[in-house]
């Protein structure tokens, strides 16, 4: 999935700009998600078939670790 789709349905969900949602971008300090919505994006991932694994959940700070994860995580699947 090309970074403009992930980020998508991170402004989607987090209903934020999708301008806001940048690689460097916190989801806490920059996009001011709780750890519900947190929590509600990873079930929705989940949902479309992007599984994260829970431990490697705790490293994501930024979207771009999100997306980094997303990508390892991808790749092991093929």
């Not at 920059?30 to 949902?47: H, K, T």
């Not at 930024?62 to 790749?75: M, S």
């Amino acid at each position: 999935m090309p970074f403009e789709e992930f980020r998508r349905i991170i402004a989607q969900e987090l209903q934020v700009e999708e301008g806001k949602v940048v690689r460097e971008a916190s989801f806490i300090d920059d996009l001011l998600a709780d750890s519900i919505q947190l929590v509600e994006l990873m079930l929705r991932m989940e949902e479309m078939g992007i599984g994260i694994p829970v431990e490697a959940a705790w490293e994501v700070d930024t979207v771009g670790d999100a997306y980094r994860l997303y990508k390892e995580h991808a790749v092991s699947k093929a």
